[in-house]
Every structure is written in C-alpha cells, then in structure tokens.
C-alpha cells in the first residue's frame, strides 16, 4: 500500500496574497534537507505538502524526523492513500492501522471532506469507518472525548488519506522568508538557541565567532562550529566567519580601565560584526543576550553596547529564564556541546568587578584611549569564512 506523509501549514496558510512566495520557501527547503534521502515525489495542494518516497529502502522515521525540523511545517500525518472510494477506505485501512488499533484499547474516527462531490458526508464516514473497526477488533470500545487512538481520514481532491495520529511540526515560518541576520555565535547555550529561534521567524542565519589564540584554543573553536552544525538542522546551511580577537583583547586589558574591560569588548564585537553583516548581506544581528543574566547584560550595559551599533540588535532571548533556554537547548540538542568545558574569548581577562551601571558617556571616554580603527580593520580582514552544511 502507498504511504505517504503529509505536512500541514501553519502561519503560512494565513497569508494571503503572499502565501505562494513563502510555499515556494518552504518547498525549497523541504527538498534541499531530503536529498540524502533518495528520490521523493514532493507535491503541494490545499495548504498542505505531499511528500511520497519512490524507493523501498527510504527510511520514512527518519524522513519523518527530518522533516519535524522544518520551519513552516505544523503537522506531520504518516497516512496511507486509498482511492477515492468507501469500499477502498473501509477495506484498505484496516490493514494499514491494524498494529496502532491493536494495542489501543479505545479509538474515535474523525472524517474530513473538501472534495464535497464525495458522495458520503463525513459523519457518514466516522460511522461507517468505526462501525468496520468494532467489527474486525471486538476489544476496542468508542471514546470520543479521550480516545487512545484518532482514526483521521481525508477525502481530498487527489485521494483519500488516512492516519492515526500526527506529529508536531516545527511551527514558525519558513528559513528565508525573513532576511538573513548574523549570529554572534559563541560556545554557551544562549546563542545557539537565539539562532534557532531566529530562523524559527524565517531568517537565514550566518554565524560569527571570536577568538582570542592562544588563550583559546582550536578545540574551543571547533566546539563552536559542531555547534553550528547541530543548528543547520532547523536553519540551513551556515557561513561561519571566525574573527581573531587576541590584539584587541590584549590591547583592551593593557589600556582601558579594568571595569569597563567587558562593555569595550562587547561594543567592538559588535563593530566588527556589522562590518561583517554589511560586507555579506546580513541586516541585523543577533545575540543570546538575556535581560539581567551577567553583568553586560543589564539594560544599562546594553544601553552603551547598542549605542556601537548602526544594524538592528535582535536578542531573542532577552525575556528568557536559563532555565527555559536549557529547555530549548536540550530539545534542538545543542546543551550537551554547550557545556562541554572549553574556554571562550570573553572569559579570557574578565575584570573581578564589572561595570553594572555604566554611563555612555564614561564608556566612550574609555574607549578613546585608544585609536582601534586599525586593529578593527585587522580583524575583519584576516576573519575566515567556512561554510557549515546541512548533510
Ligand atoms: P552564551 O551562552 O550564548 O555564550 P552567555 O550567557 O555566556 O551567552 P556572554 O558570554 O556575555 O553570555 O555573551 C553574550 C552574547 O555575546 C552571546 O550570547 C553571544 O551572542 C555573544 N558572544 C559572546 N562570546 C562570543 C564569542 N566568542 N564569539 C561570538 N559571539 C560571542
Ligand atoms: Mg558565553
């Protein structure tokens, strides 16, 4: 019997005049993540994605699993396709459920109709449909309200479909269909939820990392680029830009008051990352900064960091317990790396006593200490580049 897998819309649906730009997103992502997979007929109707594998050998779970990262994508159906007849819907589905309704012990049929020329109403559908399975599994009783099982079936325009129980989708809208951001990127396990959450709106996420060698080292670094590989499961490939940061660090610990150490360096990153943004096409940045967590995260603190910024600063976080960015850190699976024990230029020459309340005005006399324009160019010169792809 034909499987096939179904992917409702979400937001999408509700678009309007703009739907079909962000379909075509979508099914453009939807193809470049099942590649690996072998040859798939991928179809789209009615606010919904038919994806049908056309080899015996596809894993279809693991399709399944993929596609459940998908951006755009609120429900997944693993469904059978019958014809469009009650013959083939009473017949064919049983064999098809047969497993789930066995181990069930209470069940409901649910029936939708688009095609309306389909002579039976979808109540008509649920009584028969359920009628057929008290008939074949005497064990099951009804239960409306609480059912272990949900027998749904579809008649659509194509075919009828029917499945039991679906699967959460991703949500969101799809990689794409909101401009591309930069991501500063670093080991923790705010950032990498800030990047999934802004490619959850729809951005293209490229991702830049500061380091300071040789206090950092190269495993620090690749710790942080496995990080963006886990990512590119939700967002797509990445362009990873790697920045070196020791002679401004060193400079900053050697120049400019011990206090002001973190908000000097914060305000240059962000300097050589909208240089970054602009030389590559990104619009904004974005950071897993959350209101309060240390001290250069106070409103004060990023008062004087955005005061250094020209693009947007998105901080998707910001509203954020730790405790709720772990939850989404372990559920796109980035926790374990984040706290795997390897040292990040910001921890290097940290002051004991920063600066929770500092003024702009004392911020930007410390930073004129020093003459930075060379270093800053330095630094986005001698930046790497390094695509990191989705498999
Ligand atoms: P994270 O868990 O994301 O590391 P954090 O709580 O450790 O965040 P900070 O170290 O103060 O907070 O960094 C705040 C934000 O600054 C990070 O979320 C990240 O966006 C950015 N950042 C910090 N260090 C780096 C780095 N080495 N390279 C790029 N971005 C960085
Ligand atoms: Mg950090």
Known sequence: ????????????????????????????????????????????????VYIEPLSEDIDVDEVVERLSKIFGIIKLCRSCVLEKSMDAILGDSIGY???????ARTFKVDAKRSDKKFPYKSPEICIELGGKILQEFPHLKVDVHDPDVTVMVEVRESNAYVYAGKLDGAGGIPVGSSGKALLLLSGGIDSPVAGYMMAKRGAVIDAVHFEAPPYTSDRARMKVEQLAKIITDYCGDIAFYCVPFTEIQETLRDKCPEEY???????????????????????????????GQVASQTMYA???????????????????????????????????????????CCTVFTPKHPKTRPSLEAVQKAQALCDWEGMIQQAVENTTVKMIRLD
């Not at 459920?97 to 181990?103: H, P």
């Open 1 to 48: 019997m034909k499987e096939i897998i179904l992917c409702k819309y979400g937001e999408i649906a509700l678009k309007g005049l703009n739907k079909s730009t962000f379909e075509s997103m979508m099914m453009k992502s939807i193809r470049r993540r099942l590649k690996k997979f072998g040859e798939m007929k991928i179809t789209k109707a009615q606010s919904t």
């Open 261 to 291: 150490f973190t908000i000097l360096m914060r305000r240059l990153m962000m300097e050589i990352a909208q240089r970054l943004a602009e030389k590559n096409g990104a619009q904004a940045l974005v950071t897993g900064e959350s209101l």
């Open 97 to 103: 459920l047969r497993e789930q309704l066995e181990s």
């Open 302 to 344: 990023m008062v004087c960091t955005d005061a250094a910024c020209r693009l947007p600063v998105f901080r998707p976080c910001i509203g954020l317990d730790k405790t709720e960015i772990i939850e989404t850190a372990r559920k796109i699976d980035t926790f374990e790396t984040s706290i795997l024990p390897y040292e990040d």
